[in-house]
T-cell receptor
Framework: DTGVSQNPRHKITKRGQNVTFRCDPI?????LYWYRQTLGQGPEFLTY????????KSRLLSDRFSAERPKGSFSTLEIQRTEQGDSAMYLC????????????FGNGTRLTVT | AQKITQTQPGMFVQEKEAVTLDCTYD???????LFWYKQPSSGEMIFLIY??????QNATEGRYSLNFQKARKSANLVISASQLGDSAMYFC???????????FGTGTSLTVIP
């Protein structure tokens, strides 16, 4: 169990640029989640995968955000045409199936849009 | 309505004392799980304790215990014998039986005073 890995740890980009983040979940976990967290707030749900299927996406999520999980392994989160309001910590988490299974989080990718 | 409510933005506790962090939740699903996470200033989210809606006894994990009052829909975290390393943000979260989202509260910032 090597834990959930996220890359990069930090990303600084200019407004209007596209960015892509990667998440490698714990290998036996078939559920993968993306969250966004701003300072002083709790994690905000973005989207969720079970294996390679994207089963749920937040209604608050702009069309500029897209996520994939090819082959049910790693996942990528892309933000197109970034805005300053996109600046946040982007957290990936994975879990097993089961109500009692906790989310295991990565260390996050901190995005700063200038 | 908020799924998870944490009404204490900040709490202080003397080292070696016990502290209770409040959490109330809202769901009509009879099957759900409640989780507590710790987020130190370094940013990682650390799973602390789980309580299932059908569990008859309050969950305990070392110095952490969960005061589960189902009728009141509350799931308060009790930390006994506080240590300086307990200073962090604490988040309450819920996973419903239907759907797979985790809902997080806004968190409580705990400061342990030497």
């Amino acid at each position: 169990d090597t834990g959930v890995s996220q890359n990069p740890r930090h990303k600084i980009t200019k407004r209007g640029q596209n960015v892509t983040f990667r998440c490698d979940p714990i290998s036996e976990h078939n559920r993968l989640y993306w969250y966004r967290q701003t300072l002083g707030q709790g994690p905000e749900f973005l989207t969720y995968f079970q294996n390679e299927a994207q089963l749920e996406k937040s209604r608050l999520l702009s069309d500029r955000f897209s996520a994939e999980r090819p082959k049910g392994s790693f996942s990528t989160l892309e933000i197109q045409r970034t805005e300053q309001g996109d600046s946040a910590m982007y957290l990936c988490a994975s879990s097993l199936v089961g109500l009692e299974s906790p989310l295991h989080f990565g260390n996050g990718t901190r995005l700063t849009v200038t | 309505a908020q799924k998870i409510t944490q009404t204490q933005p900040g709490m202080f506790v003397q080292e070696k004392e016990a502290v209770t962090l409040d959490c109330t939740y809202d769901t009509s699903d009879p099957s759900y799980g409640l989780f507590w996470y710790k987020q130190p200033s370094s940013g990682e989210m650390i799973f602390l304790i789980y309580q299932g809606s059908y569990d008859q006894q309050n969950a305990t994990e070392g110095r952490y215990s969960l005061n589960f009052q189902k009728a009141r829909k509350s799931a308060n975290l009790v930390i006994s014998a506080s240590q300086l390393g307990d200073s962090a943000m604490y988040f309450c979260a819920m996973r419903e039986g239907i759907g797979n989202q985790f809902y997080f509260g806004t968190g409580t910032s705990l400061t342990v005073i030497p």
